[in-house]
């Protein structure tokens, strides 16, 4: 794979997912260019997910590396990056301007909505494709329900269900 490449389909990413980036990230690596299975393409957005900084940038170094090495690495973050950067500059300036307006409230929270059922909507394709035990399906689960009801901070639920899930996969990939 050629930088370019990696540039353009990161590029491709940053442009087409400003708002939901992961969910057009999958389907780009996974689907349309085949970079990645579907497990590796989880097993890195996992990785980036609990490392500091945007989980689909993480996965951008990583995958990029993978290629092309450090340069490949760079290349697929600054394509992810680049317009994106621009687009929120303009979009800053904008609601700088008109933030105080009525009108842009019902705007940012029916973004807001669209924005949530991505997420959604992408954790349940990805689910269904890798059809994970019921054990590692109840972990996700707790997840789910230590973040959303419970509050919790994410770094506690990484810490506290993390290791049980490796475990879980230890104990089954053995059996």
């Known amino acids: 794979m050629r930088l370019r490449e990696l ?23 996974v689907e349309e260019r085949r ?10 957005l996992g ?8 989980n689909v940038g993480n ?7 993978r290629f092309r090495g450090l340069t490949g690495a760079l290349a697929a ?5 680049a317009a994106p950067l621009c687009i929120l500059v303009l979009l800053a300036m904008f609601y700088d301007a008109f933030g105080q307006d009525p009108h842009v409230a019902p705007v940012m929270r029916g ?11 992408m ?9 994970p035990p019921i054990e590692l399906v109840l972990v996700g689960a707790a997840a789910l329900v230590a973040g959303a009801f419970l509050r919790l901070p994410l770094p506690v639920i990484v ?10 996969s230890l104990r089954r990939a053995r059996a």
Request: no cysteine; glycine share 18%; proline share 4%.
């Open 123 to 131: 954790a349940l394709k990805m689910g269904t494709k890798l059809k």
């Open 159 to 168: 810490l506290g269900l993390g290791p049980l899930g490796i475990w879980l």
């Open 7 to 29: 540039f353009l389909g990161y590029a491709k990413i940053g442009l087409l997912g400003f708002g939901g980036v992961a969910v057009i990230a999958r389907h780009v690596i």
């Open 111 to 121: 973004i807001a909505a669209a924005a949530a059922g991505m997420v959604i909507g």
């Open 59 to 65: 996965a951008a170094i990583m995958i990029g590396r």
């Open 77 to 81: 973050t600054a394509g992810l990056y």
């Open 35 to 44: 970079w990645l299975s579907e497990r590796d393409y989880a097993e890195v």
């Open 47 to 54: 990785l980036g997910q609990v490392l500091p900084g945007p």
